[in-house]
């Protein structure tokens, strides 16, 4: 059915975006995992470690592609040939804001859709600032992260001082 684009900043990727993007792959003949570089947000990791910890966590899976990429969305999407933007929804506020976003985006470019994905149920409590605050304080967040992400988490706040950086 063609190609999608699934953006977002990915810091970290986590279990319920790799939930979205393989589910994604079902509707779309190719999904883009695209990491956006800069976002208007405190990011843990640069964009190169977020795009090589996305990677890694997606290689096993058909269909999924990862990139990096800079400014519009819209822009990006129309760039690599997609028809639609997914988007994963977890609780209320996310379909307010993807509302809003999706209108704004489609303002900008009629022609690429905006698709959302309800997250599983088992993910529904992920979200990647939720992981960093876990792993930050040294909680377990393996059963939140694939292990290569939370090798990463791991390797990064053993490695701050006691007052976190």
């Known amino acids: 059915m063609g190609k999608a684009i699934f953006p977002a900043s990915f810091n970290p990727i986590h279990n319920g975006h790799i939930d979205i993007a393989r589910r994604a792959t079902t509707i779309f003949d190719t999904v883009i995992v695209a990491v956006y570089d800069k976002p208007q947000k405190k990011l843990l990791f640069s964009p190169e470690k977020r795009f090589e910890l996305a990677q890694d966590a ?11 990429y800079s400014g519009l969305t819209v822009d990006f999407a ?8 997914i988007r994963g929804l ?5 379909f307010e ?14 022609t690429i859709e905006y698709v959302c994905l309800m997250a599983s149920e088992q993910h529904m409590h992920i ?8 792993a930050s304080l040294g909680g377990d967040v393996s059963t939140m992260v694939p292990p290569n992400v939370n090798q990463a988490l791991v390797a990064h706040f053993n490695g701050l001082g006691d007052d976190g950086g």
Do not use: C, H, W
Request: net charge negative.
């Open 78 to 85: 129309q760039e690599v040939g997609a028809i639609a933007i």
């Open 97 to 110: 804001y993807e509302f809003r976003m999706a209108l704004a985006n489609k303002r900008l470019n009629p």
């Open 58 to 68: 997606l290689a096993d899976f058909t269909g999924i592609e990862v990139t990096v």
């Open 127 to 134: 979200a990647s600032s939720t992981v960093v605050e876990i």
């Open 90 to 94: 977890r609780v209320f506020s996310d």
